[in-house]
């Protein structure tokens, strides 16, 4: 009785003088997912408007919100995010430094009006340790002698290989020639899931 009484004083012991981690020390890793659609941010006419940052866990650089004006509509709501020089990059923060992201889909559009040649929409993702990789999609030419209502964005999705994400870059040019649009790139329902690991 007392050689077990004494083991389990030991073991109290050992127990009681182990460090205990606080709050402050302990991390779950966690995943989110969102639908970045705009709607819920000012827009004020004349801009610039914007976005910030972050916004639904994101950092945006060089795009803005956008009202629809009557030309080609948003997927949803009355607003998307427009690059107006058609290149802008959109990140994670730095803080915290393990968060990236899976880019999974969205609506996009090139916009510089009525004829418009095909836009080629150039797409980089760059991951951790400078991994890059690279995708083109294309917007139709825009045709004078169409109703408005035939104007709309496009969807895209994007495979596995569009995970563990810090940063996704975007430019535009024509698809003939890869010359300038003079237009802009907009987004809409952007659809990804942010990361971040212990």
């Known amino acids: 009785m007392k050689s077990t ?3 389990l004083l030991s073991v109290l012991a050992v127990a009681l003088s182990s460090p205990v981690a606080s709050n402050n020390d302990y991390c779950r890793p966690s995943q989110k997912t969102f639908i970045a659609q705009y ?3 000012p827009f004020v006419e004349p801009g610039p408007n914007p976005l910030p940052n972050p916004y639904n866990g ?3 650089t060089t795009f803005q919100v956008d009202q629809y004006d009557g030309f080609i509509p948003p997927t949803s709501g009355n607003q998307w995010t427009m690059a107006f020089g058609g290149s802008g990059n959109i990140s994670v923060s730095a803080s915290p430094p393990k968060q990236t992201f899976a880019l ?3 609506s996009f559009a090139c916009v510089s009006g009525v004829p418009q040649p095909e836009c080629a929409i150039s797409i980089w993702g760059w991951k951790a340790k400078g991994i890059a990789i690279k995708r083109v999609i294309h917007y139709p030419r825009l045709d004078p002698g169409h109703v408005i ?4 964005m496009n969807r895209t999705t994007f495979s596995r ?3 563990e ?3 996704v870059g975007f430019s535009i040019s024509r698809a003939d020639n890869g010359g300038d649009m ?3 790139l907009a987004l809409d329902d952007v659809k990804y899931t942010i990361t971040s690991k212990c």
């Open 5 to 7: 009484i004494a083991t």
């Open 39 to 41: 709607d819920d941010l």
């Open 58 to 60: 994101l950092t945006y």
């Open 104 to 106: 999974s889909s969205f």
């Open 149 to 152: 209502e035939d104007f709309k």
């Open 161 to 163: 290989e569009w995970q």
């Open 165 to 167: 994400l810090k940063s």
């Open 182 to 184: 003079f237009g802009g």
